[in-house]
């Protein structure tokens, strides 16, 4: 995972401004510390922190086509570059990089190329020959991008918000799925998907289309130069993973490299629910497996630094990125440079709890388009912020694009959770890999019930957090909290006290304006926060205020015998 910075259309092209645009691509060097690059022609500059994942020897950046006339700076990773590269062969190409194949593709089918890329990627193209410049992201947002405007008329794109954020008067998320033309003069969408129009489809659910569609999103994903492993949780979407890339690994082009036996990492606190089922995990599959312990006081003494990296001031995202960011320095100082993680299913397959709420399959699909078009602000921004803060990259096969298309072309009758039929949260992914003669999991694992990244580490860290925020925060300063932040006011101390130091680093209108706000309970949108009556009196992001949900909703009938049995001890009750 690499870091940008392009400043577009300057009035000032001064040795001045050449060292300021360094000065501030230096603020996303933990993005990439492997390489720095700058290409400057005439008022525009492209700069890049390069990360080495594929091709370290010779794929630095600025990319540039055959004559230098077409220069790119690019974050992510084209995992079809070899395909593409057979459709460019009158081309010349200089590295062994994934991302080169950009340059070559602008200068053969002009801007409407980005739909061809398969992978995770934002970058900056520019074309010296007329001028103009292209800017993209990929489908979903996994990798971050930022888009401002300074006063002197400049257009900038970044990484991060740290980078452009001082020198611009106004700045947005890019968008997931777009592109910018300078010709054109604005954003257009070029990701067009049928499940996009949350039109409710009326696809056949076939279990081994669906698991063939995963494992090619998993083996394409192993494509790497340096060592890499998975982040194991336990649960059954980094499990599936695991279990995947384990498979396939000794077939691969990284195993002749890195041998064939796959590293899996974990993180909690001692005792945590996560770290026991992934340390199962791993010796089922004979993973090298690495585990690792933090505190709370740990965590808490963290929450300054990740939020400073994640740049969020939302609640859910700094609870679990502040694991995963303690988790990913552990992971760099072994030498590990890139990871697979299993973001994205729950958003696809309706798999957090309060989906057990869904009146009926047409909410339940809305729901799960809208939670796939939010992922850049959620998790998929924890997922690459806090690994990228210490220079490790994050790779997640569930958003796959055409994974993505099989899985959400399913009739979601079949994502319907149906206990009456057996039929748990993710079942259409459970049974998929439900395989009796080679299975890829045990049985109690793969119908293990979800929980969120930031309980599943330990639930006395959300515990810790809210104690911690009770001291910061006192009643008075939350009593007036819509007169300090009446835009996305915080709702709770410890949200007032994240709120405090996201606007100590990044003071802006525009900044505040780059975090989503709105009730929400379990992760939920907004709108499903109206399933329940309940719940809007509970509204907490974490999975245990899906109340009647977690684990209760498959055993009420053992429930209700212990409250008719006070004297029994649930041990005795069959």
């Known amino acids: 995972m690499c870091g940008i910075l392009a400043v577009l259309s300057c009035v000032d092209s001064s040795q001045a401004k050449r060292s300021r645009i360094i000065e501030l691509s230096r603020r996303l060097r933990h993005r990439g510390p492997d390489w720095s690059g700058l290409h400057c022609f005439e008022n525009c ?10 091709d370290p020897t010779s794929g630095d950046q600025p990319l540039y086509n055959e004559d230098k006339t077409i220069v790119v700076t690019v974050n992510g990773e084209i995992y079809n570059h070899k395909e593409l590269r057979e459709k460019l062969k009158g081309h010349q190409f200089r590295t062994g990089s994934d991302c080169e194949v950009i340059a070559h593709l602008y200068e053969e089918y002009g801007e409407e190329f980005v739909d061809m890329l398969d992978g995770m990627f934002s970058f900056v193209l520019l074309d010296t020959r007329t001028k103009t410049f292209i800017a993209a992201r990929d489908a979903i947002g996994i990798t971050p991008l930022y888009m401002g405007w300074g006063l002197d008329g400049s257009i900038w794109f970044a990484s991060e918000m740290k980078a452009l954020s001082d020198d611009c008067e106004r700045f947005v998320s890019f968008l997931p799925g777009h592109i910018y033309s300078s010709k054109q003069g604005g954003l257009r969408r070029w990701y067009n998907p049928q499940w996009y129009t949350e039109m409710v489809p009326l696809g056949h659910y076939d279990p081994l289309v669906l698991r063939k569609a995963f494992e090619k999103a998993v083996t394409k994903r192993l494509m790497t130069d340096v060592p890499f492993g998975v982040l194991l949780s336990g649960g059954l979407d980094s499990s599936l993973v695991a279990a995947v890339a384990c498979r396939h690994l000794a077939d691969s082009e990284a195993a002749n490299q890195w041998g064939s036996q796959l590293h899996t990492f974990c993180v909690g606190l001692k005792g ?23 505190t709370v006081q740990e965590g808490i ?14 609640v859910t995202t700094i609870r679990a990125s502040t694991p995963m960011f303690l988790m990913s320095r552990k992971i760099k100082s072994l030498g590990v440079k890139m990871v697979l993680s299993g973001e994205g299913s729950d958003e696809i397959f309706g798999g957090y709890l309060y989906f057990h709420k869904a009146p009926n399959k047409k909410e339940f699909h809305e729901e799960t388009c809208r939670k796939i078009k939010a992922l850049h602000l959620y998790d998929c921004l924890r997922a690459n912020k806090s690994t990228s803060a210490w220079g490790v990259e994050t790779r997640v096969p569930f958003l796959d694009k055409e994974f993505i298309s099989t899985a959400m072309s399913i009739d979601p009758d079949w994502k319907m959770i149906r206990p009456d039929l057996g039929r748990i949260e993710k079942w259409v992914l459970r049974n998929a890999f439900d395989d009796e003669k080679e299975p890829y999991l045990p049985k109690h694992i793969l119908y293990r019930q979800k929980e969120q990244f930031s309980d599943g580490v330990g639930y006395s860290w959300i515990d810790g957090l809210k104690d911690h925020a009770e001291k910061q925060v006192t009643d008075a300063m939350l009593m007036n909290a819509n007169f300090i932040y009446p835009e996305n006011t915080p709702a709770t101390k410890e949200a007032y006290y994240y709120r405090t130091i996201f606007e100590k680093f990044f003071p802006k209108n525009a900044a505040r304006s780059t975090v989503p706000g709105g009730p929400s309970v379990a992760c939920s949108t907004a709108k499903a926060v109206e399933w329940d009556a309940a719940w809007s009196k509970n509204l907490d992001p974490s999975g245990r205020a899906a109340l009647g949900v977690h684990v209760a909703a498959y055993e009420q009938k053992l429930n209700a015998k212990i409250a008719n049995a006070p004297n029994d001890s649930p041990q005795e009750i069959q």
Do not use: M, N
């Not at 500059?45 to 594929?54: C, D, G, M, P, Y």
């Not at 995990?281 to 690495?290: C, E, I, P, Q, W």
């Open 272 to 294: 945590s629910p996560d770290l026991g089922a992934a340390r199962e995990v791993a010796d089922y599959l004979g993973t090298r497996h690495h585990e690792f312990h933090f």
């Open 45 to 54: 500059f492209l700069a890049h922190q390069r990360l080495a994942i594929v």
């Open 301 to 314: 003494d963290a929450l300054e630094e990740v939020i400073y990296h994640i740049e969020t001031y939302d």
